[in-house]
């Protein structure tokens, strides 16, 4: 018996033929029309996809901010009302709990968290812990009230705009608006994984509706649904992280090279004394991404090598091969001195040694603004 979630949308991505597959608890489309054809039409029009099995967390009351200021790396102070930012939960010895999006939704103090589907109840009870030291902080799991959709693509824009709504057109990046979609009420960013011009939908309402419009828009466009190969492809050659894969609660933010979500002119938060420590002396291991100099594809725990030595100094942790560079990527742990842009490596691939490299992130250079 499958007792896996189901998201809202299951029927039609059924209709759509889509292939479903066990992911976090929750059966999830991978693919319609295939990976690589749904990666392409996100990176030269439009893909939509079903994101409901994330997270959702309301955060509100009049110690909201301070909680949050408290719980996460970034600075929420400095949100403004209606935008977002990337954050980290962190363990106290500065490990990574989650990586999520913090919004703050209009001009009080409340906010929308969005966690991976993996670490919501992790997440949720952490936050509920670390709220009785605040008076008046109220936290509410909504992900069952709100579903997720995200339109991600160049075509985004003009596809939002057949829908009417003036304040999705004005978005700028990381900006919110809370706007009607048929007569659906949706909060809607400008964010998304995929490196493209992108809107997420949180949907307050019925998702078919959203869901429907925003793909008969999209269709002369040459919109298309996607599932996660395409997305879990087009956030590698961004060098975005996967949460179990490139980050864990054993992992550091300095150490994922995110770093810049972490504000160390906070006065206090969780983890705040050991991430100082190791900024101030450097981390002894940095996430970094390579490219293959041969034909190959790098999968999830195939061996990192020394380039010169050839001894094993990591793990691939997200790997695949690109189709836009035409060569097998990846992201992995290596030791400091082994992290620099250039430095060779190699990836041991069914027992040979395939020459690799040290890139600078991210692989995939989208020209213009999104």
């Known amino acids: 018996m499958n007792d896996r979630q189901q998201t809202p949308l299951m029927t039609y991505h059924r209709a759509a033929g889509a292939r479903l597959v066990a992911f976090a608890g929750w059966d999830m489309p991978l693919q319609y029309s295939g990976v690589v054809d749904e990666y392409q039409t996100v990176r030269t029009c439009a893909g939509l996809f079903d994101v409901s099995h994330m997270g959702r967390i309301l955060v509100g009351g009049p110690s909201a901010g301070r909680f949050l200021q408290f719980v996460t790396t970034n600075n929420v102070a400095a949100l403004a009302p209606w935008q977002a930012h990337y954050s980290l939960v962190c363990n106290p010895d500065g490990g990574i709990k989650d990586d999520i999006f913090v919004y703050r939704v209009g001009d009080s103090d409340e906010y929308l968290l969005c966690v991976n589907a993996s670490n919501r109840e992790k997440i949720l009870s952490w936050l509920l812990d670390q709220a009785s ?7 509410r799991d909504q992900s069952q009230e709100i579903t997720q959709i995200a339109l991600q693509g160049p075509a985004s824009r003009e596809i939002v705009a057949t829908l009417g709504v003036p304040a999705l057109e004005k978005l700028k990046r990381r900006e919110s608006a809370r706007v009607t979609i048929g ?20 949907v307050f309402g019925s998702p078919a509706t959203v869901w429907t419009t925003l793909l008969e828009s999209g269709r002369p466009f040459g919109i298309k649904p996607a599932g996660l190969g395409a997305r879990d492809l087009l956030r590698l050659e961004m060098g975005y992280l ?28 969780i983890g705040r004394e050991i991430l100082w420590a190791q900024q101030q002396a450097g981390p002894s291991r940095r996430l970094v991404g390579f490219e293959l100099v041969e034909k190959g594809v790098p999968r999830q725990g195939f061996p990192i090598l ?6 094993a100094i990591g793990r691939v942790t997200s790997g695949n091969f690109s189709p836009i560079l035409q060569k097998g990527i990846g992201l992995g742990y290596v030791p400091a001195a082994s992290a620099s842009p250039g430095a060779p490596l190699a990836i041991e691939i069914r027992g040979k040694a395939v020459p690799a490299i040290v890139v600078k992130l991210p692989f995939y250079r989208k020209r213009g603004k999104i």
Do not use: Q
């Open 133 to 139: 030291e605040f008076s008046h902080c109220i936290i």
């Open 183 to 202: 007569d659906v009420s949706c909060l809607v960013a400008r964010t998304g994984y995929t490196g493209e011009l992108g809107y997420e939908f949180y």
């Open 242 to 269: 996967l949460y179990g894969n490139d980050i864990d609660e054993n992992t550091t933010p300095l150490e994922a090279g995110v770093e810049w979500a972490v504000d160390f002119d906070k006065e206090t938060f």
């Open 306 to 311: 020394d380039g010169v030595t050839g001894h």
